[in-house]
């Protein structure tokens, strides 16, 4: 049950498109759509923005986009605002009812 | 509305026990796995178990396997997950949180547990 592998830090300028990268083993995030993304801001309980690799739950902003191809899952974060300031987890399911968390990006808006 | 409240964290010693309760309401809560994730202090989040429906079918991490225990009843709405023989590395926020097809949605606020001397 590796961690999933995401850059620590990642920043833009307001009005920029960023992109977190989350990559995973074969037994994990390569085998399966079921890949989901979290925001967390300070404090704060972490919020599901992504799932099944692509798609986003009501009320989430179009600005957060996701992709997916082989064993890297990708978040994208379009027009980029000082509310999108936080972190940022993909998760993946493992295989036999377990899960695996990516080490989390903190996004910084400049 | 979905509601989830973790209860039961605290200050425990290495070696110790602890109970977490996650009381649930909002939803048909015996048609719903449960799950535990948790996050240590400036750390990023743990997956640590989750249990089926019924009750019948539990999933551990490695880090946890063998000193944790996952339950439920029904009857109350309640998921909990049993701690023993605590460690440092355990000190974390744990939340519950419902597995839903690729993910954890929604989550409680969380309750810490801290093991120290």
């Known amino acids: 049950q590796s961690a999933l592998t995401q850059p620590a830090s990642v920043s833009g300028s307001p009005g920029e498109s960023i992109t977190i990268s989350c990559t995973g083993t074969r037994s994990d995030s390569g085998n399966y759509r079921h890949v989901s993304w979290y925001q967390q801001h300070p404090g704060k309980v972490p919020k599901l923005i992504i799932y099944?690799?692509?798609n986003r739950p009501s009320g989430v902003s179009h600005r957060f986009s996701a992709s997916k191809s082989g064993n890297t899952a990708s978040l994208t974060i379009s027009g980029l605002q000082s509310e999108d300031e936080a972190d940022y987890y993909c998760c993946s399911y493992a295989g036999s009812s377990t899960w695996v968390f990516g080490g989390g990006t903190r996004v910084t808006v400049l | 509305e979905v509601q989830l409240l973790e209860s039961g964290g605290g200050l425990v010693k290495p070696g110790g026990s602890l109970r977490l309760s996650c009381a649930a309401s909002?939803?048909?809560?015996?048609?719903?796995?449960m799950s535990w994730v948790r996050q240590a202090p400036g750390k990023g989040l743990e997956w640590v178990s989750s249990i089926s429906g019924t009750g019948t079918k539990t999933y551990y991490a490695e880090s946890v396997k063998g000193r944790f225990t996952i339950s439920r009843d029904n009857a109350l709405n309640t998921v909990y997950v049993h701690m023993n023989s605590l460690r440092g590395d355990d000190t974390a926020v744990y939340y519950c949180?419902?597995?839903?097809?690729?993910?954890?949605?929604?989550w409680g606020q969380g309750t810490l547990v801290t093991v120290s001397s």
């Open positions: 909002g939803f048909p809560f015996s048609s719903y796995a």
């Open positions: 099944e690799a692509t």
């Open positions: 949180a419902i597995p839903v097809t690729s993910g954890f949605d929604p």
